[in-house]
């Protein structure tokens, strides 16, 4: 059950906010219907790049292309009412210049009416964020385990493991405070670091494969689901395997097909009373 009492918009400094008042909640989501389903238990919808492998197959994020992201967004768009929605900018799209970030963003946040972007980055694209903040363009920073840096890592793998490397992960944390980010998105870090990155910054965390020290916790609604089993990551809980029940519905039509029980009378045009 939601604990909110208002059908009112959730803005980005409303997630702000939120810091240190409880758990925010927050899921991915591609589609209008599905966005509509979470829309009274979220505060949080992130339209992500991930759905270039949920969706569609591609064996990494980075083939996602702007274009999609708008379509994904304007659907999410109209089935949250009031959660607050997020969008991924695509790989490729932000990093050549701050010029070339904010074109792309503005237009994302035109066209899909969202209220805010998610970049992946470092110290590098803390330039940029400040830029996107001062013109009007709300920023959640993805810090940590960054997909559409999959191939200079190494693959996907957890991050910040040591001293070193907790601390900068502190550092561009408090870097992207100060560029005016309203909140991080902190992905496959240890325990020690996200509850240390939380600690030393004012605006909410939000965590995936991050321990419960942030300041809310998002999945990838597919994994929850039982929707995307290509591989699974550590972090990902599934709530109800919808794969074994879709298959089994579809074996019943298969059936019902083969054997002439499906159409009945009831789906057919013409066909109720008499026959001639
Ligand atoms: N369906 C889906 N769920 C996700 O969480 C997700 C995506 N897609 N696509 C974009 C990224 C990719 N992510 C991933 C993908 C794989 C692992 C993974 O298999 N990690 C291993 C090894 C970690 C390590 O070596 O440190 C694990 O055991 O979790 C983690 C994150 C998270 N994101
Ligand atoms: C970490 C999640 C929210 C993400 O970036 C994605 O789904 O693409
Ligand atoms: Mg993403």
């Not at 066209?111 to 959640?140: C, H, N, S």
């Not at 020290?213 to 990902?236: H, I, R, W, Y």
């Amino acid at each position: 059950m939601s604990t909110h009492t208002s059908t009112s918009k959730i803005t980005t400094t409303k997630i702000q906010a939120m810091k240190g008042r409880g758990q925010i909640v927050s899921l991915t989501a591609y589609t209008k219907p599905m966005a509509a389903l979470m829309d009274p238990y979220v505060d949080l919808i992130i339209v992500g790049d991930s759905t270039g492998m949920v969706a569609y197959g591609f064996d990494s994020t980075l083939p996602v292309t702007l274009d999609m992201m708008i379509l994904h967004g304007v659907a999410v768009v109209r089935g949250a009412e009031r959660a607050c929605v997020v969008i991924d900018i695509p790989f490729a799209t932000y990093q050549e210049s701050k010029e070339q970030a904010y074109r792309n963003c503005a237009r994302v946040l035109i066209e899909t009416g969202a209220q805010a972007v998610k970049l992946e980055g470092g110290m590098e694209l803390v330039e940029t964020v400040d830029f996107l903040v001062q013109r009007g363009i709300p920023v959640m920073a993805h810090i940590g385990l960054r997909p559409q840096h999959a191939n200079v890592m190494g693959g996907f793998k957890a991050q910040a493991r040591t001293e070193q490397t907790t601390e900068l992960l502190i550092k561009e944390a408090l870097a992207y405070q100060h560029a005016g980010a309203f909140s991080l998105l902190v992905e496959g870090v240890f325990e020690a670091a996200a509850r240390r990155v939380t600690e030393a910054v004012a605006i909410p965390t939000i965590g995936i494969g991050a321990s419960p020290a942030c300041d809310g916790q998002v999945l990838v609604t597919e994994d929850m689901l039982g929707l995307f089993t290509d591989f699974t990551p550590k972090f990902a809980k599934q709530y109800v395997n919808l794969s074994s029940t879709i298959a089994k519905v579809f074996a019943e039509f298969e059936t019902d097909v083969r054997s002439g029980k499906f159409p009945a009378d009831e789906h057919c045009f013409g066909m109720s009373a008499n026959h001639e």
